[in-house]
């Protein structure tokens, strides 16, 4: 795709720092650079070879010098836009970065729209829809074993694995549609007697995928992690636990917490965001209600539930209301304040906390939190594809996408065992290639690569 206009952004964070850099890309970058820059060399930018940095000043076209500035210049199509591009190496100051912008603007460069540049890279081939959102997780990135996640897709992991289920796909397509087209060449036994036990096995490697979805989104985002339990438990003081900080308020006074308190804690790599919540009773003063229905709304939208109860007083009435809010949650039982005592009886864990993880700790007292941050890091990775190294989704898109695919796989199997006609194979077996081209960013409606792109800042 050839595009007629030249953009032009600041890439680095607003500020003042040692160096700010300005981004130019399109056909008439150098043209539209040399008409502002000055090289010490005294060397036109139309003379300089791709991939150098000169050294310069960026002067006014009114002739004023602006500032010292360092220029790499980087011509395509071996760029990340597949256009030129150039980067002027300002001072990172705020004022010397937008006169340069303005003097760009001026000889003939447009203000970049939020994200353009990725998505020129998009359109033109250099990289594709998984490796866009590999981008935006990279700079996201909370944990290093998110970073790594994200590295791995934008080196374009997930994306070689998608084309080798295509391929996979387009091999059985092909056959079919030369069986339909030359029905003389039909052997005796049917055609799919050929291929069945490569989509059984195709659909076996799609689901394996799948299970990543839910982990690699966790990794990517953060493990929602609601705190939960009745007033006074020491919901607070688990989370400043688990922080090392006096994140939250801790008082005796129930109701002390009348707002959900958000922190994240890096567990091995793994990134937490801890919802610390106000405790669920009923109340009459109207801010803890507000509170309290946030707290319900925060374990909706939890992938993980602790749920706090006192072993000194043991399981109460208003536990057991709470326990019966949070049923269909994955649950871990955090029993607190072990150092005052444990009046949970064997019989009571077996009646009512038999589906969770049951952990014991004092939070007052530091003991017990390093075996909760085991269990809450093998919630999310045991039993799951290695995240390090392996091939994983990472958000809500790419699984619906597979889950589609998977579908339309799924009928292919069943129309194969009534006996159904080859051409009405064809069908599921053309919409699951391109469910899965979808992954990738193959046949994108233009809305959503315009909600996408305007996730990312104008610089990038």
């Given at each position: 795709?050839?595009f007629?206009?030249?953009?032009?952004?600041?890439?680095t964070?607003?500020g003042?720092?040692?160096i700010?850099?300005?981004r130019?890309?399109g056909?008439?970058t150098?043209p539209?650079v040399?008409?502002i820059f000055r090289a010490?060399s005294?060397?036109?930018l139309l003379?300089t070879?791709?991939?150098t940095?000169?050294?310069?000043h960026?002067v006014?076209?009114?002739?004023?010098?602006l500032?010292?500035v360092l220029v790499?210049?980087?011509k395509g199509p071996?760029t990340f836009?597949?256009e030129?591009v150039?980067?002027?190496n300002?001072h990172?100051?705020?004022v010397?970065l937008n006169?340069?912008l303005m003097?760009?603007?001026?000889?003939g460069?447009?203000?970049?729209d939020?994200?353009?540049?990725?998505?020129?890279?998009?359109?033109?081939?250099?990289i594709?829809?998984?490796?866009?959102?590999?981008?935006?997780d990279i700079i996201?990135?909370k944990?290093?074993l998110?970073?790594?996640?994200?590295v791995?897709?934008?080196e374009g992991?997930?994306s070689?694995?998608?084309?080798?289920y295509?391929?996979?796909?387009?091999?059985i397509?092909a056959r079919?549609e030369?069986?339909?087209?030359?029905p003389?060449?039909?052997m005796?036994?049917?055609?799919?007697?050929?291929?069945?036990?490569?989509?059984k096995?195709?659909?076996?490697?799609?689901r394996i995928?799948?299970?990543?979805?839910?982990?690699?989104?966790?990794?990517r985002?953060?493990?929602k992690?609601?705190?939960?339990?009745?007033?006074?438990?020491?919901?607070?003081s688990?989370l400043n636990?688990?922080?090392?900080?006096?994140?939250a308020i801790?008082?005796d006074i129930p109701?002390?917490t009348?707002d959900v308190?958000?922190?994240?804690?890096n567990?091995?790599?793994?990134?937490?965001?801890?919802?610390d919540?106000a405790?669920?009773?009923?109340?009459e003063d109207?801010?803890e209600?507000?509170g309290v229905?946030?707290?319900?709304?925060?374990?909706e939208?939890?992938?993980?539930?602790?749920?706090l109860?006192?072993?000194?007083?043991?399981v109460?009435?208003k536990d057991?209301?709470i326990?019966?809010?949070v049923?269909?949650?994955?649950?871990?039982?955090v029993l607190?304040?072990?150092?005052l005592?444990?009046h949970?009886?064997?019989?009571?864990i077996?009646?009512?906390?038999l589906e969770g993880?049951i952990?014991y700790?004092?939070a007052?007292?530091?003991?017990?939190l390093?075996?909760?941050?085991?269990?809450?890091?093998?919630f999310?990775?045991?039993?799951?594809v290695?995240?390090?190294?392996?091939?994983?989704l990472?958000?809500?898109?790419?699984?619906?996408?597979?889950?589609h695919?998977?579908?339309?796989?799924?009928?292919?199997?069943e129309a194969i065992?009534?006996?159904?006609p080859e051409?009405?194979?064809a069908?599921?077996?053309?919409?699951?290639?391109?469910?899965l081209g979808?992954?990738?960013?193959e046949?994108l409606k233009d809305?959503?690569?315009?909600?996408?792109f305007g996730?990312?800042?104008l610089g990038?």
């Open positions: 795709m050839i007629d206009d030249t953009i032009a952004a600041i890439s964070p607003i003042i720092g040692g700010g850099i300005i130019v890309s056909n008439d150098i539209i040399n008409k010490g005294k060397k036109s003379d070879a791709s991939h940095i000169t050294y310069g960026i006014s076209l009114e002739g004023n010098v500032d010292e790499m210049l980087m071996k836009t597949r030129d150039i980067e002027i300002c990172g100051g705020p010397p006169c340069v003097e760009l603007i001026k000889a460069a447009r203000l970049a939020q994200g353009e540049f990725t998505k020129r890279a998009f359109l033109n081939g250099r594709d829809l998984a490796q866009v959102e590999a981008i935006m996201e990135s944990t290093e998110s970073l790594s996640q994200a791995g897709q934008l992991k997930l070689k694995q998608i084309k080798i295509q391929d996979m796909l387009i091999q397509i079919i030369v069986s339909i087209d030359y003389e060449y039909d005796d036994e049917p055609i799919t007697s050929d291929f069945e036990e490569e989509l096995e195709l659909l076996d490697k799609l995928l799948l299970k990543t979805a839910d982990t690699g989104k966790m990794i985002e953060g493990v992690t609601a705190i939960v339990g009745r007033p006074n438990v020491g919901k607070s688990l636990a688990l922080l090392e900080e006096n994140k801790v008082t109701g002390t009348r308190v958000e922190a994240y804690l567990i091995e790599g793994v990134p937490f965001l801890l919802l919540t405790g669920i009773r009923e109340t109207i801010v209600k507000i229905e946030k707290s319900k709304t925060s374990i939208e939890a992938d993980l539930v602790l749920v109860i006192d072993s000194n007083e043991g109460t009435e057991l209301e326990l019966r809010q049923k269909d949650k994955k649950l871990f039982f607190n304040k072990t150092d005592g444990n949970i009886s064997q019989e009571i077996n009646k009512y906390l993880e952990v700790i004092s007052k007292k530091q003991k017990g390093d075996a909760l941050k085991v269990a809450m890091k093998n999310v990775v045991k039993g799951q290695s995240i390090a190294g392996g091939v994983t990472s958000n809500r898109r790419q699984k619906e996408s597979l889950l695919a998977i579908t339309s796989l799924d009928k292919v199997i065992e009534l006996g159904l051409d009405c194979l069908i599921d077996l053309h919409d699951a290639y391109g469910h979808m992954i990738v960013g046949a809305e959503i690569i315009n909600e996408l996730r990312f800042c990038k």
